[in-house]
């Protein structure tokens, strides 16, 4: 199905024009509108530190083969949108010399990053700490709303506690209607419990002044400008496109936090 050629908002996001002025080429064309609520390659940029370490932690959608042997510089971030962002963040801010790192787990749910966080994300002392993480928790089980909710905030006061000046960054659990979850049993039960942790992240993002990325909203979005299968093949795990729609929304919305104009 031919994308349509307009904008949609991403949800909890200014208008594109607002968020992303001119901090690249642009072709004489000027850039065509793109579901991303971004122009494409053109965004604020942020501002970090010299030197800065951002750790990525999560699940398989993290995750996405990073290779655990660090010495081999092709393959150590993966191909999720953990690297995307840290190929546009490489290319913008060389002068940053950003320190990139890729912990998501396939398979891991918030207890499971709760029993290696210590050694993951403590020690690792990050300047800022993204996590995305949720799904698992709805397909495998493991405990209740409330359980999850207490481990997911001891995650952050441990790492505040640590590291009093981190910067967070909160992405909502998601799912699409595609793949298995075309079931209609399976997508309500899916879908009504990723919709509580959302609202638990958007309280701890409140709680600890993190960046919420509204990742659930944006594919909505995207899935009802084309199809949800283009973005999500199994109802959880992102195609290329899909990741690239992650890293252009956390790249505006941390922009807007930490830009060069305003820290």
């Known amino acids: 199905m031919k994308l349509k050629r307009r904008k949609f908002l991403t949800a909890g996001a200014a208008t594109a024009a607002a968020l992303i002025p001119s901090a690249g080429p642009v072709s004489a064309q000027g850039a065509a509108p793109d579901p991303a ?10 501002s970090f530190p010299e030197g800065s370490r951002l750790l990525f932690q999560g699940d398989s959608i993290t995750d996405m083969k990073w290779g655990r042997n ?5 393959h150590y971030l993966g ?9 546009r963040l490489g290319v913008d801010l060389p002068e940053a010399k950003l320190d990139i790192y890729n912990r998501g787990m396939s398979g891991h749910r918030v207890g499971d990053l709760k029993q290696r966080w210590q050694k993951d994300a403590i020690d690792m002392q990050p300047d800022l700490l993204s996590i995305l993480v949720g799904v ?6 493991g405990g209740t709303i409330e359980q999850w909710e207490v481990d997911y905030r001891d995650l952050l006061q441990r790492s505040r506690a640590a590291k009093p000046a981190l910067r967070l960054v909160l ?6 209607a595609s793949g298995r979850l075309k079931d209609e049993a399976q ?7 990723v919709d509580a942790m959302r609202t638990i992240v958007a309280k701890l993002a409140d709680e600890f002044d993190a960046v919420h990325i509204k990742t659930q909203d944006i594919f909505d979005a995207a899935a009802a400008q084309v199809t949800p299968e283009h973005w999500i093949w199994d109802g959880v795990h992102p195609l290329p496109q899909g990741h690239e729609l992650i890293a252009r929304n956390w790249l505006q919305e941390v922009s807007a936090r930490w830009s060069k104009t305003t820290d």
Do not use: M, Q, T
């Open 187 to 193: 997508w309500r039960e899916w879908r009504g419990k």
């Open 79 to 87: 191909h999720s949108y953990v690297y995307l962002i840290a190929a």
């Open 136 to 141: 698992n928790d709805v397909s495998r089980g």
């Open 171 to 176: 992405l909502d659990p998601f799912v699409l």
């Open 37 to 46: 609520g971004v122009a494409g390659y053109r965004y604020r940029l942020p």
């Open 70 to 74: 660090e010495k081999d510089r092709n």
